[in-house]
């Protein structure tokens, strides 16, 4: 258990005035427009800078969402900064020359005048000129760089070696995108940790050695930083100090803002625009686009094949919905935009270049397709076409098909879509414009990358992502960052915006996204007075606490209040196997009941049973399922959350499970407005609502019997369907199904 320090939530008298109307604020607000919430923000975090202690063991905290205006607010603080007595800021970035690009060039623009009168001067420590003169050091001063070793050797010689003098000076370091680089991660075979680890020692030996110095982090996953710990090491059993906050101020989140609620809450409405942004890929598709291999691509079926139908559809999904923007930007007498698609699957220059000579061929079809006047070029281009006219936004002018159909005709034979790698940081001054964005070239900018595109790049009009990289690796890092499908996004755009990945890729993201917002939601709040418990279950059965930086997050379940816990993507066994199997399944439950310990009062359908006869059932139901690709049910974790919750009490219900019994139910297999398996067999007003209620001190299970017609999608047989319900009193805890082993 990990209590949050309670200064998050609490803002103190200060006794500090700032200068508000200084020339590099004043400067930097005026540009950016910020709002009375934006500058309150930047106002508290430098206060808190000036006033408090900010150590390698307690960093001020910029805490934000992912692409949601983080940047846009530590440079508000910087320029705040500057007028208010520090002299230098040291940016700390990723580990990319192309962010570092990107920030160098965001806060010369931001600055511009500034520098002009000689009042700043902001270098990238990897082109300072060889000698500052005393004029150049009597400025502000602003250096970027990357958290790279070397670079960090570069940082130590300039302040304590070549200009000692500014050792003396008030310096406030900003880690951005802090949620990485800077934070040790235990028994992690990727070789980079390492170095990030030693990297995080070198930053702290740095600001040791400074006589007057502030450390901002900024980050959008809060994961790392506020739950690590105290025991936590490094490689060669050297102590690593856990990064604990002083101080934390929340950047606001803009009106334009598009994140996981949009991809993970509002796609499950039925109707919603969200509801289409998902279309799920298979995970033989994704085989055949990491390696060259022409005997199972046919590159003269790219337009047919089923085994390109992902790819296929994005690309024409993409074309089909830029299209259809730049004819409602230009009906609406707006400039016409250009738009970018992200296909991310994997890091190997061989793979992308494998990817692109698919692509290339694909688009090559389809200009012959044109020429031959072939139908299947109008079949996939109205089948995109009809899916953007369900997620069309309301009220707004929505082009006829000849036009669309024309219109992408036209781009394909002009040659408007760009089909390009991006994996060379050697390229990167080619790959980025004047304001350090992803440059667009032609209006329909396709591009094939790897890390290069996960490390904070921004990217303009982004309406696809292509996504496939490997969901077993995954930990709270930037994998939500991975497909940049996180930020500023006009509504229209949303409207034609599509993400491509696997089932099981797009289930472990979901639960990042929920981990995420429970996290904050715990802290922010100040729920369970902070407290976040991190529990794993061992090898023998036993619930022990969890080391955070020991969990992988493909296997975590986040317990919170009334969640439902249930399989999805299952069909039944063959009929035959089923009616035998259901037998002994509905004598057992007619058992349970006639031998619970209490029954409800007002429905005998609900009645209470120890938790070992649940799992014995829930074993019996598990064999009646057989699950799609991609989708799986782990009962052992499940039963393992259940019998955690069944005995994290101290009541007389301890050990118990309410169990709430729903019989000749006709639940569809498949939703026919969305096309996805269902996952919602109980009903709100029924059989969820008295499971919640029961649900206080311990779960309930609904077990909801359904008759399974063929006329549903199943196999003409009876089964249970079990939702498992998290009791009221659950504090935010995040259960770990499998760990990182002990190397």
Same mark, same amino acid.
């Given at each position: 258990?990990?209590?949050?320090?309670?200064?998050?939530?609490?803002?103190?008298a200060s006794s500090t005035v700032l200068k508000t109307n200084g020339i590099f604020f004043s400067l930097v607000s005026k540009k950016n427009n910020y709002k009375t919430e934006e500058i309150n923000?930047?106002?508290?975090?430098?206060?808190?800078?000036?006033?408090?202690?900010?150590?390698?063991?307690?960093?001020?905290?910029?805490?934000?969402?992912?692409?949601?205006?983080?940047?846009?607010?530590?440079?508000?603080?910087?320029?705040?900064?500057?007028?208010?007595?520090?002299?230098?800021?040291?940016?700390?970035?990723?580990?990319?020359?192309?962010?570092?690009?990107?920030?160098?060039?965001?806060?010369?623009?931001?600055?511009?005048?500034?520098?002009?009168?000689?009042?700043?001067?902001?270098?990238?420590?990897?082109?300072?000129?060889?000698?500052?003169?005393?004029?150049?050091?009597?400025?502000?001063?602003?250096?970027?760089?990357?958290?790279?070793?070397?670079?960090?050797?570069?940082?130590?010689?300039?302040?304590?070696?070549?200009?000692?003098?500014?050792?003396?000076?008030?310096?406030?370091?900003?880690?951005?995108?802090?949620?990485?680089?800077?934070?040790?991660?235990?028994?992690?075979?990727?070789?980079?940790?390492?170095?990030?680890?030693?990297?995080?020692?070198?930053?702290?030996?740095?600001?040791?050695?400074?006589?007057?110095?502030?450390?901002?982090?900024?980050?959008?996953?809060?994961?790392?930083?506020?739950?690590?710990?105290?025991?936590?090491?490094?490689?060669?059993?050297?102590?690593?100090?856990?990064?604990?906050?002083?101080?934390?101020?929340?950047?606001?989140?803009?009106?334009?803002?598009?994140?996981?609620?949009?991809?993970?809450?509002?796609?499950?409405?039925?109707?919603?625009?969200?509801?289409?942004?998902?279309?799920?890929?298979?995970?033989?598709?994704?085989?055949?686009?990491?390696?060259?291999?022409?005997?199972?691509?046919? /590159?003269?079926? !790219? &337009?047919?094949?089923?085994?390109?139908?992902?790819? *296929?559809?994005? =690309?024409?999904? +993409? $074309?089909? %919905?830029?299209?259809?923007?730049?004819?409602?930007?230009?009906?609406?007498?707006?400039?016409?935009?250009?738009?970018?698609?992200?296909?991310?699957?994997?890091?190997?220059?061989?793979?992308?270049?494998?990817?692109?000579?698919?692509?290339?061929?694909?688009?090559?079809?389809?200009?012959?397709?044109?020429?031959?006047?072939?139908?299947?070029?109008?079949?996939?281009?109205?089948?995109?076409?009809?899916?953007?006219?369900?997620?069309?936004?309301?009220?707004?002018?929505?082009?006829?098909?000849?036009?669309?159909?024309?219109?992408?005709?036209?781009?394909?034979?002009?040659?408007?879509?760009?089909?390009?790698?991006?994996?060379?940081?050697?390229? /990167?001054?080619? !790959? &980025?414009?004047?304001?350090?964005?992803?440059?667009? *070239?032609?209006? =329909?900018?396709? +591009? $094939?990358? %790897?890390?290069?595109?996960?490390?904070?790049?921004?990217?303009?009009?982004?309406?696809?992502?292509?996504?496939?990289?490997?969901?077993?690796?995954?930990?709270?890092?930037?994998?939500?960052?991975?497909?940049?499908?996180?930020?500023?996004?006009?509504?229209?755009?949303?409207?034609?915006?599509?993400?491509?990945?696997?089932?099981?890729?797009?289930?472990?993201?979901?639960?990042?996204?929920?981990?995420?917002?429970?996290?904050?939601?715990?802290?922010?709040?100040?729920?369970?007075?902070?407290?976040?418990?991190?529990?794993?279950?061992?090898?023998?059965?036993?619930?022990?606490?969890?080391?955070?930086?020991?969990?992988?997050?493909?296997?975590?379940?986040?317990?919170?209040?009334?969640k439902r816990m249930l399989p999805t993507g299952f069909q039944t066994i063959a009929k035959s196997y089923l009616e035998r199997q259901m037998k002994k399944i509905d004598r057992y439950v007619e058992?349970?009941?006639?031998?619970?310990?209490?029954?409800?009062?007002?429905?005998?359908?609900?009645?209470?049973?120890?938790?070992?006869?649940?799992?014995?059932?829930?074993?019996?139901?598990?064999?009646?399922?057989?699950?799609?690709?991609?989708?799986?049910?782990?009962?052992?974790?499940?039963?393992?959350?259940?019998?955690?919750?069944?005995?994290?009490?101290?009541?007389?219900?301890?050990?118990?499970?309410?169990?709430?019994?729903?019989?000749?139910?006709?639940?569809?297999?498949?939703?026919?407005?969305?096309?996805?398996?269902?996952?919602?067999?109980?009903?709100?007003?029924?059989?969820?609502?008295?499971?919640?209620?029961?649900?206080?001190?311990?779960?309930?299970?609904?077990?909801?019997?359904?008759?399974?017609?063929?006329?549903q999608g199943w196999r003409d047989g009876a089964f249970y369907w079990p939702v498992l319900v998290t009791p009221e009193e659950t504090k935010t805890t995040v259960f770990a199904g499998k760990g990182?082993?002990?190397?």
């Amino acid at each position: 258990m990990f209590k949050e320090s309670k200064e998050i939530n609490m803002k103190t008298a200060s006794s500090t005035v700032l200068k508000t109307n200084g020339i590099f604020f004043s400067l930097v607000s005026k540009k950016n427009n910020y709002k009375t919430e934006e500058i309150n923000v930047m106002k508290n975090t430098v206060t808190q800078l000036l006033e408090t202690s900010t150590t390698s063991k307690k960093p001020g905290m910029l805490l934000g969402h992912i692409q949601s205006g983080k940047t846009r607010s530590f440079l508000g603080s910087v320029g705040l900064g500057f007028d208010n007595g520090f002299d230098a800021a040291i940016i700390l970035t990723k580990n990319s020359n192309a962010l570092v690009k990107q920030t160098f060039e965001r806060i010369e623009g931001e600055f511009s005048e500034c520098i002009e009168e000689d009042k700043l001067a902001v270098y990238d420590i990897m082109k300072m000129p060889v000698k500052l003169r005393k004029f150049e050091l009597r400025k502000k001063l602003v250096i970027v760089l990357k958290k790279e070793k070397k670079n960090m050797q570069r940082l130590e010689s300039l302040l304590f070696e070549m200009y000692p003098d500014l050792t003396a000076r008030k310096i406030l370091f900003i880690d951005d995108e802090a949620d990485f680089a800077s934070v040790a991660y235990d028994n992690v075979k990727d070789k980079n940790i390492i170095d990030l680890k030693v990297i995080a020692g070198q930053i702290d030996d740095i600001r040791a050695r400074l006589s007057d110095a502030a450390y901002l982090q900024v980050t959008a996953t809060p994961y790392s930083l506020y739950l690590q710990p105290d025991d936590m090491t490094i490689h060669e059993h050297k102590a690593f100090q856990p990064k604990r906050p002083a101080f934390t101020e929340l950047v606001p989140v803009h009106d334009k803002y598009v994140g996981g609620e949009m991809y993970f809450e509002k796609s499950k409405e039925d109707g919603h625009m969200a509801s289409y942004l998902y279309h799920e890929i298979q995970e033989e598709e994704l085989q055949i686009l990491r390696k060259s291999d022409r005997r199972k691509v046919k /590159v003269n079926h !790219l &337009l047919t094949g089923e085994r390109y139908e992902g790819i *296929r559809s994005a =690309l024409i999904h +993409f $074309i089909v %919905g830029s299209k259809i923007r730049n004819i409602q930007q230009e009906r609406m007498g707006q400039r016409l935009e250009k738009y970018a698609f992200i296909m991310h699957t994997i890091t190997t220059k061989a793979a992308h270049q494998w990817q692109e000579e698919v692509m290339l061929h694909m688009e090559e079809q389809l200009r012959a397709a044109i020429e031959k006047e072939d139908p299947i070029f109008d079949q996939l281009v109205r089948t995109a076409y009809q899916d953007f006219v369900r997620s069309q936004m309301k009220g707004m002018y929505f082009p006829a098909f000849d036009d669309v159909l024309s219109s992408v005709r036209d781009a394909l034979i002009e040659e408007e879509l760009l089909i390009e790698i991006v994996n060379s940081e050697q390229d /990167v001054d080619n !790959l &980025l414009d004047k304001s350090g964005e992803l440059k667009l *070239r032609t209006p =329909l900018n396709f +591009f $094939i990358g %790897g890390q290069i595109l996960d490390r904070g790049i921004t990217i303009k009009n982004l309406i696809g992502f292509y996504y496939g990289r490997n969901p077993q690796k995954f930990q709270q890092d930037t994998v939500l960052q991975h497909s940049r499908m996180y930020g500023a996004r006009p509504f229209a755009d949303i409207a034609v915006t599509r993400f491509y990945t696997t089932k099981r890729i797009y289930d472990v993201m979901e639960q990042m996204h929920e981990f995420d917002t429970e996290l904050r939601r715990a802290f922010e709040s100040g729920a369970n007075s902070g407290e976040v418990t991190f529990i794993q279950k061992d090898i023998d059965n036993t619930i022990l606490p969890c080391n955070p930086n020991k969990i992988l997050l493909s296997s975590v379940q986040m317990l919170k209040p009334g969640k439902r816990m249930l399989p999805t993507g299952f069909q039944t066994i063959a009929k035959s196997y089923l009616e035998r199997q259901m037998k002994k399944i509905d004598r057992y439950v007619e058992t349970m009941k006639q031998t619970a310990k209490a029954v409800h009062p007002k429905d005998a359908r609900c009645f209470l049973i120890k938790k070992e006869k649940m799992q014995e059932l829930l074993e019996m139901i598990y064999q009646t399922y057989e699950f799609e690709d991609g989708y799986e049910w782990d009962l052992e974790t499940y039963c393992a959350v259940m019998n955690y919750l069944s005995e994290d009490t101290d009541t007389n219900r301890k050990g118990y499970v309410w169990v709430i019994l729903r019989q000749n139910r006709n639940m569809a297999r498949i939703r026919k407005s969305t096309g996805r398996f269902e996952d919602a067999p109980d009903t709100k007003q029924d059989e969820l609502k008295i499971a919640r209620n029961l649900a206080r001190v311990i779960p309930s299970l609904m077990l909801i019997r359904q008759n399974g017609s063929e006329e549903q999608g199943w196999r003409d047989g009876a089964f249970y369907w079990p939702v498992l319900v998290t009791p009221e009193e659950t504090k935010t805890t995040v259960f770990a199904g499998k760990g990182i082993k002990e190397r």
